[in-house]
């Protein structure tokens, strides 16, 4: 079992920025493929970036592409999901998630992640 806790969500003024922390305990997440994903009310889940491997390989979708970052600190069992330039349209509830086994092809996918955090809230204001 893994457990997840994100942290780090806020209110913030557009251009501004967030840095976003998910904890992982019970297990090793360091080579986990981990991902966040958002959701904003009234609007399905969907994919923000991920992050696989040793290596740190990371994707992203394109909305975000340029201004996010996904990174990992494997000592600290820790992915984080730094946020630049916010807009008003990124505000939503961000989840931090983690697979089971290594994925390839179906990151995008939220039924590819078997551990779920509780999410944290970012609002961005125009």
């Known amino acids: 079992q893994v457990q997840l806790q994100e942290s780090g969500g806020g209110l913030v003024q557009a251009g501004g920025s967030l840095r976003l922390s998910c904890v992982g305990s019970?297990?090793?997440?360091?080579?986990?493929?981990m991902a966040w994903f958002r959701q904003a009310p009234g609007k399905e889940r969907e994919f923000v970036a991920a992050?696989?491997?040793?290596?740190?390989?990371?994707y992203y979708t394109d909305s975000v592409k340029g201004r996010f970052t996904a990174s990992r600190d494997s000592a600290k069992n820790t992915v984080y999901l730094q946020m630049n330039s916010l807009k008003p349209e990124d505000t939503a509830n961000y989840y931090c998630?983690?697979?089971?086994?290594?994925?390839?092809?179906?990151?995008?996918?939220?039924?590819?992640?078997?551990?779920w955090g509780q999410g944290t809230q970012v609002t961005v204001s125009s």
């Open positions: 998630a983690a697979a089971q086994r290594p994925l390839y092809g179906i990151m995008e996918v939220a039924t590819s992640y078997t551990y």
């Open positions: 019970g297990r090793t997440i360091s080579t986990a493929t």
């Open positions: 992050i696989r491997g040793v290596a740190g390989t990371t």
